[in-house]
């Protein structure tokens, strides 16, 4: 271990993509609580600039050469081996590209917000920071330790300024807490595991290339045990099924920027972990627990999907929507081959961009109707044209509609699971069509009808509210017209990085002819 | 190759410009908004022209070798996807047709849908559809032609759902959405099992895949694989070109604006299916089962619509299920292997069909949006120019000479008897004849017999009355391309070119058939010789059964609302019941045996001292009695060891 | 434990280590049983001084050593120790009983559960 930083070119970007939202927290601590306009902006420009930074990374990243870029290395605890390394690859890039969109639209989102503002954008920025440490950390334990700075203010936002319908926000609030807290005292122990195992040559190391580079240091026996609990932290967080009940009442009673949070990237954060410590790391192990997973990953395709047409509210539709959809991401991710790992990367992406984009329409549709319950809603489109244009469009990415990022994403997880679980995917594909069911009804009973006079006071959304509904609405079709742009980054990632290789010596698994 | 083929992509693109300008940009100016559209698609209409005069001046060069580009659209390990257009003549009559009848309906449209709210958003769709449309036709590989056979499906969504204030069409949109997802659901399985076995979605690519491994005897089951495939793609077309069993939604499809349902619903996104199979014909040639199967649900679906179609009354209605009626032609053509004649009735069918509900919509505007044709009456002498292009249609549709229809049913027809399918061949006369007193009746009812007084009608605007001239003009011309000296099925063709004259006498048995029809209508609709009423008395239960359409829809339905509805309730009850019992109840166990043990602490300081005391005795106890020979913790170990 | 060795000695290291050990289980009783908060206050103070004697005694018997000309008294210092902080000890216990006093015009512990739950 070098005692001394390692800095590789352009390293500073990534630690000011982290620092800029949290200057901007630091900034509106100082402020006075009545100056909430001030506030908003100061949190806008903070999250711009992240964004901007982002996209910046998003495209200087040289897809040639692949591999970590943009890397930072300071040891922090050298004896225990522990680095704050910052760094990204074409997996995890799309998902800070992500959760930078998604954290700048939010912050639109909630422009109406005016119940203790000053809080709520201090906790709202550091909840972004969070996430966005998660993804751009090289090394466990600060992907671990922003893991866990993310729990905190979920659980104030939600019981704060959440709602309750069904379930009261502060049952949601705490279901959401619990279940994040188990997940990660399960990881942790997988962590610790895995760590004490990899400093077995004397070497201690948290660093993921690392970890994955020592693939003699753990047996098989220790790679299944690691990665059930594992499968059970993340699984959990990615709301695999029978482990999936926080997330309809969590959505449901969170405000709508937690929503779009959670839903969109806080989620992923899941499914990236099963990929980068769970396959990278353990391949083994997910060879074992891979059929399970696909098992479970059709539970939820189907089971959430038929759930989702018993709803009436519109945060549970969308909730168990996403349930059904990240067991495309499950699926994909059991199917150990290149290409369906760019298929979980590109869902993970696209689900996100469209779940931000369903919740910030549910969120001004409640704000402006106080309801969400579809049969008291009804002919929208009449008085709130634009609202329902993003509705649409989040309903139409939402069951994969050709043209929007979400079908490329759908087609090359079922072109690639195809082969490993020909059965399991049929029945994937047949989601598809439970999802077009409980998709059109939802769109078809809330935005159109007969004009129903008592929504005719209601103003369309304008100005800085059109922001999530243009730019998630861009990402939407852009990716979905010109799917290089993102596909080819996270080919990039799943190529040059050691995981294509990893995934040579695995991919034989499969569950015979039977599924 | 000819370098206006490479241009072609220009003629779906410019339609995609104007649907953007028109979103963006002209949204709130209407005149400009359908000028952009008109202008855009005649451009198309005039380059998909000069691209079929130069298919035709190529001749053979071009039939053997069609022009093809492409462009890299999306590259990840283990899927790789172009995107490219392909002219030959094929796809350069699809886009003559599809260019001309969307031309001509949305100048139509100019008359049709004046005045109304939505007039810019009409435009766009249109614009939209246009360019999916012409996209889907251009696709040189399955992917694009699914990408674009998808945005087609979303444009006759919106299209049908224009006047989304009303219930019907409210429902009647979600409903076709809904009903052709499931056989995307199909297409899209196929699709991924072709690229699974071939690693290409090309169709040239897998033509040539297709045909080594037909070849080469060693790959077992290939037969069964492809037949299989060519099943699963079959279900999008079953959706997509209302072939029974998922044709529920076409009818209810006519709750859009006429011209769409005369654009979309009867000329051009309908018969995608049709054009699909014939796209992937070498993948369904290889499998006899499978154009065996094709064959008999198109033969099924012709004479089932039909029958249908007899006993409804509202025009539209039955515009639609003639339109069903003839894409079972269409499709069964392809399963007796009528390639040419299906493809040629293709074209004439969008001709006369779009022709005759633009009529229907002239009709519509002329008696205040009623759409019963028992509500109609006398209508020739008021609106000359509709009733004869309606005529026109009519005789076309019933295969009449010298009108298109005549030339392309009689191929189709005389195919299925010399390719041996004689019981195909029976269904289709059969249905020949239904169609032709079918059409008749309506013709009758709506423009014969008495004015109907309280009605006001007059002919309509030259904007709608032009394009109407121009289609019946196609209507009776379109028939001629199948004559000797410009032989349709030269170009169009699969496998071998044989040049087939017209089996006068199988003509002639066909043309008789249409009379017949056509006599029967005139007895019962304008002599009265045979009452309608008393054939109703006399089969009260056939007629109920055809009036309600076989009861599909009321099946269905049932099976949505109870199997799946019902299903969906029992798992959300166990999901909130079981799976949210076990957290709830694990919860509840740690709070309930929080409560028992908080019992212990009872706030007495001395309890607590005491306990503590006991309990370090107690420990205190075990380790030296545990550990005896730990002289550390026994202090009278110590002390004995003291001098 | 050798009992001729015992014989040898008047007054041993047990006899003290017995006594002290008498005193703190008084001491102990008193903390367990009695009622009235001072009372409890005066055991304490038993169990100090039966602490006190162990001091001394262990000193006196086990580290029993000059170094130099003095002698090591560790244990009597402790002792000191422990008088002192029992010292304050009363005077904080006292004062606090005389503010609940005040408050609840009662000595008695068993009214005083505020820490429950």
């Not at chain 1, 000011?16 to 100056?35: C, D, G, S, W, Y």
């Not at chain 1, 759908?410 to 994937?428: A, H, K, Q, R």
């Not at chain 2, 004479?303 to 009354?313: H, K, M, P």
Request: neutral net charge; charged residues 10%; aromatic residues 14%.
């Amino acid at each position: 271990m070098s005692a001394l930083p390692t800095v590789g070119s352009l390293s500073m970007l990534l630690p000011f993509t982290l620092l800029a939202p949290l200057v901007a927290m630091l900034l509106i601590v100082f402020l006075p609580k009545e100056e909430s306009k001030t506030i908003k902006i100061v949190a806008a420009i903070g999250m711009f600039v992240s964004l901007a930074l982002s996209l910046y990374a998003f495209y200087t990243y040289d897809r040639v050469l692949g591999g970590m870029q943009f890397t930072l290395t300071i040891p922090w605890i050298p004896d225990l081996g522990v680095s704050l390394a910052l760094g990204v690859d074409g997996l995890s890039l799309p998902m800070l590209l992500l959760t930078n969109l998604i954290g700048f639209s939010s912050i639109y989102a909630s422009w109406n917000m005016e119940k203790r503002v000053k809080e709520y954008f201090i906790l709202l920025l550091i909840l972004i920071a969070g996430v966005m440490g998660t993804f751009i950390a090289r090394d466990l334990f600060i992907f671990f330790l922003f893991y866990e700075i993310v729990v905190i203010p979920i659980y104030m936002m939600v019981i704060i300024w959440g709602s309750t319908k069904r379930v009261t926000k502060e049952y949601a609030g705490m279901k959401l807490t619990i279940y994040l807290l188990i997940g990660s005292a399960f990881l942790l122990v997988a962590m610790i595991a895995l760590y004490l195992a990899a400093a077995a040559n004397g070497n201690p190391t948290f660093i993921f290339d690392e970890l994955a580079a020592r693939q003699e240091l753990y047996s098989p026996a220790f790679q299944k045990v690691a990665f059930a609990l594992m499968l059970f932290g993340f699984g959990s967080l990615i709301s695999m099924v029978p482990f999936h009940s926080w997330s309809p009442d969590g959505y449901a009673g969170a405000p709508t920027a937690v929503s779009m949070i959670h839903a969109g990237v806080l989620k992923k954060i899941g499914g990236y972990g099963l990929i980068r410590l769970g396959v990278y790391v353990l391949p083994l192990g997910a060879q074992f627990w891979a059929p399970v997973i696909a098992v479970l990953a059709i539970g939820n395709v189907l089971y959430a999907g038929l759930i989702a047409l018993a709803q009436k509210d519109l945060k549970y539709v969308v909730g168990y929507s996403s349930v059904s959809h990240m067991g495309y991401v499950l699926l994909a991710i059991a199917a150990l081959n290149p290409t369906s790992m760019n298929g979980a990367v590109a869902m993970m992406f696209a689900h996100g961009v469209m779940a931000a984009l369903f919740f910030a329409m549910i969120g001004f549709m409640y704000e402006k109707t106080h309801t969400r319950n579809i049969t008291e809603l009804g002919g929208l489109a009449h008085q709130v044209p634009r609202l329902a244009i993003g509705f649409m469009i989040a309903g139409l990415a939402s069951l994969g509609l050709p043209g929007t990022v979400n079908f490329i994403a759908e087609f090359s997880i079922f072109i690639s699971t195809i082969n490993v679980y020909p059965v399991l995917t049929i029945l994937g594909i047949a989601g598809i069509i439970f999802t077009a069911v409980y998709i059109l009804r939802m769109i078809a009973n809330v935005l159109f009808g007969p004009r129903r006079p008592e929504w005719d006071h209601l103003t369309d959304i304008r100005g800085p509210e059109l922001v999530p509904l243009v730019l998630l609405g861009f990402v939407i079709f852009l990716g979905g017209i010109f799917p290089n742009i993102l596909m080819g980054m996270i080919d990039t990632g799943v190529t040059s990085s050691g995981l294509a290789k990893i995934l040579e010596t695995v991919s034989q698994a499969k569950m015979g002819g039977l599924f | 190759m000819h370098d206006l083929f490479q241009w072609a992509w220009l003629i779906p693109a410019l339609p995609f410009l104007s649907f953007l300008l028109i979103a963006f940009v002209t949204k709130r100016s209407k005149g400009l908004s359908s000028t952009i559209s008109i202008l855009a698609i005649l451009t198309s209409l005039g380059l998909a022209i000069a691209i079929a005069l130069s298919i035709i001046r190529a001749g053979e060069e071009i039939v053997e070798h069609p022009a093809i580009v492409n462009v890299n659209w999306l590259n990840i390990f283990g899927l790789n996807i172009d995107f490219g257009t392909i002219i030959d003549p094929l796809s350069g009559m699809m886009l003559f047709v599809v260019t001309l009848v969307a031309s001509m309906v949305q100048i139509y449209s100019l008359g049709y849908m004046h005045g109304d709210k939505g007039w810019s958003r009409y435009y766009a769709y249109q614009s939209l559809f246009a360019g999916s449309m012409l996209g889907m036709v251009l696709a040189t590989n399955l992917l694009q032609l699914y990408i674009f056979w998808e945005l087609v499906g979303l444009c006759s969504y919106l299209l049908i759902g224009f006047w989304y204030f009303k219930v019907s069409a409210r429902e009647a949109a979600k409903k076709a959405f809904m009903t052709t997802r499931v056989g995307d659901f199909g297409l899209l399985l196929g699709m991924i099992f072709l690229y699974n076995k071939f690693g290409t979605l090309d169709f040239a690519a897998l033509a040539a895949a297709l045909n080594t491994n037909f070849a080469n005897v060693a790959v077992v089951g290939t037969v069964g694989y492809v037949t299989v495939m060519a099943f699963l793609i079959f279900m999008g077309p079953v959706g997509k070109s209302g072939q029974f069993p998922l044709h529920v939604w076409l009818p209810d499809a006519m709750e859009g604006p006429t011209p769409v349902s005369a654009l979309i619903h009867a000329a051009t996104m309908v018969v995608a299916g049709v054009y699909l199979v014939a796209r992937m014909y070498f993948l369904f040639d290889a499998s006899p089962a499978a154009l065996q199967f094709i064959g008999g649900i198109g033969a099924f679906t012709a004479i089932f619509a039909a029958s249908i179609a007899i006993a409804q009354n509202d025009i539209k209605r039955i515009l639609a299920y003639s339109t069903l009626s003839q894409l079972g032609y269409m499709m069964f053509a392809l399963g007796v292997g009528s390639f040419s004649g299906s493809m040629f009735h293709l074209m004439t069918h969008a001709f006369f069909k779009a022709l005759m509900f633009l009529g229907a919509g002239s009709v519509i505007l002329a008696v205040h949006h009623k759409q019963d044709i028992w509500d109609m009456g006398g209508l020739w002498k008021k609106m000359p120019i509709t009733g004869w292009t309606f005529f026109i249609g009519v005789m076309a549709i019933s295969g009449m000479p010298p009108f298109a229809g005549f030339f392309s049913k009689d191929e189709i027809l005389a195919n299925a008897l010399q390719n041996g399918h004689p019981i195909i061949y029976a269904v289709g006369l059969f249905t020949a004849f239904l169609t032709a007193f079918y059409m008749c009746r309506l013709f009758f009812v709506v423009f014969m017999g008495p004015e109907k007084s309280e009605n006001h009608t007059h002919e309509s605007p030259w904007s709608m009355t032009i394009p109407l001239i121009i289609l019946a003009f196609f209507s009776v011309v379109g028939g001629w391309a199948a004559l000797p000296e410009h032989n349709f099925a030269f170009f169009v063709h699969f496998g071998e070119f044989e040049h087939e004259a017209i089996n006068w006498t199988l003509a002639g048995i066909s043309v008789i058939a249409g009379l017949l029809g056509i006599g029967l209508a005139y007895a019962i609709y304008v002599k009265k010789l045979i009452s309608a009423e008393s054939i109703v008395t006399r089969f009260p239960r056939v007629y109920k059964v055809l009036r309600n359409k076989y009861y599909v829809d009321e099946l269905y339905l049932w099976i949505i609302h109870n199997v799946m509805d019902g299903f969906s309730k029992v798992l959300y009850w166990f999901d909130i019941f079981v799976v949210d019992g076990i957290i709830n109840g694990i919860a509840l166990i740690t709070r309930g045996s929080a409560k028992t043990l908080r019992l212990t602490s009872t706030g007495q300081v001395q309890t607590y001292a005491m306990v503590f005391f006991f309990a370090v005795v107690v420990l205190f106890m075990a380790f030296a009695i545990g550990e005896g020979q730990l002289t550390a913790l026994n202090p009278l170990a110590t002390l004995g060891g003291v001098k | 434990m050798n009992l001729s060795n015992l014989g040898n000695l008047s007054v041993g290291l047990s006899t003290y280590l017995l006594v002290a050990a008498m005193l703190f289980c008084l001491g102990l009783y008193g903390v367990f049983a009695k009622r009235n908060m001072i009372a409890i206050l005066m055991s304490i103070e038993l169990m100090l001084n039966a602490v006190n004697i162990n001091f001394v005694a262990f000193n006196r018997f086990l580290w029993n050593q000059k170094i130099d000309v003095h002698y090591v008294l560790t244990g009597h210092v402790s002792a000191l120790f422990v008088i002192i902080v029992a010292a304050s000890e009363v005077a904080v216990g006292l004062a606090l009983i005389i503010a609940v006093y005040r408050n609840r015009k009662s000595t008695n512990v068993d009214e005083f559960n505020w820490l429950k739950w």
